[in-house]
């Protein structure tokens, strides 16, 4: 298995266009002029990703306030995508990656550990990316629960 190409500070946001859980096109070209957090997560509705999910919806007026949009992708179908929107009311868009194309180009899709063995599937990633399409922040294997927190720490919103 190779190495999955990660991405730092500093590179350009890879672009991307997929459907949100209504299946509407949403591409990061949209949000130029503007910061976006882009967080990638295994499975809507298991524990750790609606905690995760969750954590950014309950910050999510602060980090606006801050000039910050929220963009959530995983490999979930839009269906499924719009039923944890609903469950969970969410207010910020999820995006649907079922071939895995953008997990794979921003690094968040490969080899990880889990439970003590190596399989391959999404890597809990975060980034932020500002108004020109360059990343400023990339976070690997970020922790579900906290993670909003500190992020909010890290970037003083």
Known sequence: MTDTKKLGPGD???????????????????????????????????PGCTKQACDFRDNLAELNEAG???????????????????NEKLTFPLLSDPEREVLQEWGAYGEKTMYG????????????????????????????????AKLRRDLSV
């Open 12 to 46: 350009p946001a890879p672009d991307f266009t997929l459907p949100d859980a209504d299946g509407k096109p949403v591409s990061l070209a949209d949000y130029r002029g503007r910061k976006v957090i882009v967080y990638f997560y295994p499975a809507a509705s298991t």
């Open 117 to 148: 063995k190596r399989i391959t599937g999404v890597i809990r990633s975060t980034f932020l990316v500002d108004e020109q399409g360059v990343i400023q922040v990339a976070q690997y294997n970020v922790r579900a629960t906290g993670h909003v």
């Open 68 to 86: 910050l949009d929220v963009l959530g992708i995983s490999p979930d179908k839009p269906a499924k995508l719009a039923k944890f929107r609903d």
